[in-house]
Structure formats: C-alpha cells, structure tokens
Nanobody, 123 residues
Framework: VQLQASGGGLVQDGGPLRLSCEAS????????MGWFRQGPGKEREFVAA????????YYADSVKGRFTISRNNAKNTVYLQMNSLKPEDTAVYSC?????????????????WGQGTLVTVSS
C-alpha cells in the first residue's frame, strides 16, 4: 500500500490545520492507522491512532484535546484535524498503516509509511 500525506503548511500559533492521508494500492478499511511526527532535531514520536472501524482512537498526551483523528474507509483516507496549534507542534507529519486492525503507539507495529507533510507553526 502507498500512503500520501497532504495538507501541511504554515499556520499561526493557535490556528487550525487538517492533514489527509490517502492510501492507494489496496484498501486500508481493515487496518489501523496512525500519525507520527518528527520535529527539528527530535526523534519521531507518536501522535494519534485509529482502529479499523474508526470507533477507537488514541492520542499522545501532548495533543489530546487539540487533535482529532478520523477516517473515511470509502475514500481510503485518514485525517488529522489539528486545532490550537503551538510552535512545538512544528514537525514533519507522517501517516502509517498498522500491521493489524487494532492500534498501538509503537512505530515498529506499523508496516507502511508515507513520506510526510511539513507543518510549521509560527509564534
């Protein structure tokens, strides 16, 4: 499966942004999906995950209450709605397809990765 993330850009402190991750090659409707990010000079970190149906979601503490992950299986697409963005959210955001239908926060549980989209939050 190929994953293409889009929607990144420059946004002001406190602003919103919505990322999309479109899958091609095969359906992801039976696969959990996740978003990860890597900030400048930082290691990759987990952001959010969603199970195959969309009924279950999980967030990193740093984004809980501000970010919302969702999916549209008919469109083979996963989204990340980011509100109240902070400068520390600046990073390259990548989507990933899990090995199973149930989410985890561990990057090694994800078998397919997209190239990522850059989000820059200005203060």
């Amino acid at each position: 499966v190929q994953l293409q993330a889009s929607g990144g850009g420059l946004v002001q402190d406190g602003g919103p942004l919505r990322l999309s991750c479109e899958a091609s090659g095969r359906t992801i409707s039976n696969t959990a999906m996740g978003w990860f990010r890597q900030g400048p000079g930082k290691e990759r970190e987990f952001v959010a995950a969603i199970n195959w149906s969309g009924a279950g979601t999980y967030y990193a503490d740093s984004v809980k209450g501000r970010f919302t992950i969702s999916r549209n299986n008919a469109k083979n697409t996963v989204y990340l709605q980011m509100n109240s963005l902070k400068p520390e959210d600046t990073a390259v955001y990548s989507c990933a397809a899990h090995k199973t239908s149930l989410y985890t926060s561990r990057s090694y549980d994800y078998s397919y990765w997209g190239q990522g989209t850059l989000v820059t939050v200005s203060s």
